[in-house]
């Protein structure tokens, strides 16, 4: 019973039939034929593993057409092999993990692994509740190393791999709320790249990307290990910086000139002395960042626009921004935790 015979049966529905559209003789290697008490018995040779993950490989990537983790997958069909044949289950554990930190969403984790899983079935047609259970083990555990992953992803900006407007919203309350309870000072900074624009129009969006890389990374190396920076708009990088006085971010500030970072502009402000709220803050360094920038870098054209009005409109033109892109990341983010709590309410029930 372990000969996987697949027709050529295929239908429109997109479901598990489509794995049929494959003429596989057997997607087992070594195990066509074997009774099902000699594929249960002893550790699996690198032979039955290879065919196992090419078989798998072949029916997945025809409803998947993304790159194939081949090296996950061998771990995963490791140690689905050994706990099938009474190895230690530790290793699903592991194996589970490595194959969600490969994944980027949880439908294609846990359509591969259905297609593992008919082959596994048709294997051990005597035990199906064990290859349920074993693979349920393995989809759990990937479905929470995946859900961590979204989440380390949603609070990370892609390009400068810094936090991201979401990540600073959360962590600016949090330390103004730790500094408030301990009564200690906490610096905040706006760091703006000047002239970003010119830079896009004139030598393209990847010399702009590079420059955001480049300031990113001068940030990082010129912080102390307790500051934390986030890029919170298109030019726009927020540090905040708990234990430091108001004066002393402009150490910081000339450490980051000297990383070889692009021509900044850049302003501070400090709680409790320019607010208490985050707002505040915000505000304060903002404008005091508005005059340092030079003239011809500035967000309003022309002469100097009232300082209020200025700030005001730039800030209300951010927000309408970042409300768009944050409607669009939490809504991906929420689909993806959804599914992701299914996936490991349901391999916890059937355990």
């Known amino acids: 019973m372990t000969h996987v015979a697949l027709d050529q049966r295929h239908t429109k529905s997109g479901g598990m039939d489509d794995l049929h559209t494959y003429g596989v003789q057997s997607a087992l290697g070594p195990w066509a034929g074997k009774p099902t008490d000699e594929t249960a018995c002893g550790p699996a040779d690198e032979g039955e593993v290879l065919a196992l993950v090419e078989g798998w490989r072949r029916l997945a990537e025809h409803r998947h057409p993304s790159p194939w983790p081949h090296a996950e997958a061998h771990n995963v069909v490791v140690a689905v ?3 099938m044949r009474n190895g230690p289950e530790a290793t699903l554990h592991e194996a589970g993990q490595r194959w969600g930190s490969v994944h980027r969403d949880t439908e294609t984790l846990a359509d591969r692994v259905e297609m593992l899983r008919q082959i596994m079935v048709d294997a051990w047609p005597e035990e199906p509740e064990a290859v349920h259970r074993v693979l349920d083990a393995v989809v759990a555990s990937a479905a929470i190393a995946l859900s961590r992953r979204l989440e380390v992803d949603s609070r990370t900006d892609a390009l400068t791999g810094v936090g991201n407007r979401r990540a600073f919203d959360e ?9 408030s309870r301990q009564h200690y000072s906490l610096s905040f900074v706006l760091v703006d790249i000047d002239g970003l624009k010119d830079i896009n129009d004139c030598e393209g969006h990847q010399a702009g990307d590079d420059a955001l890389v480049k300031l990113a990374h ?8 307790e500051d934390h920076v986030y890029r919170i708009g298109g030019d726009e990088f927020a540090i905040i910086m708990p234990y430091c006085a108001a004066n002393h971010p402009a150490a910081s500030m000339e450490r980051i000139q000297m990383q070889g970072a692009p021509a900044f502009s850049w302003g501070v402000s400090s709680f409790p002395d320019d607010g ?5 803050l915000v505000a304060a360094a903002d404008a005091a960042m508005y005059r340092r920038k030079p003239s011809s870098s500035r967000r309003s054209s022309g002469s100097a626009a009232p300082r209020g009005v200025a700030l005001r409109t730039h800030r209300d033109d951010r927000s309408r921004v970042h409300t768009v892109q944050r409607q669009e990341t939490d809504s991906r983010d929420f689909e993806d935790a959804i599914l992701t709590h299914a996936l490991v309410d349901a391999a916890y029930r059937s355990q």
Request: proline share 0%; hydrophobic share 65%; glycine share 12%.
């Open 81 to 83: 092999l050994g706990v």
């Open 171 to 179: 962590a600016l309350g949090a330390a103004i709320a730790s500094a």
């Open 218 to 225: 001068a940030i990082g190396a010129s912080l102390r290990q």
């Open 276 to 280: 208490a709220v985050a707002s505040s």
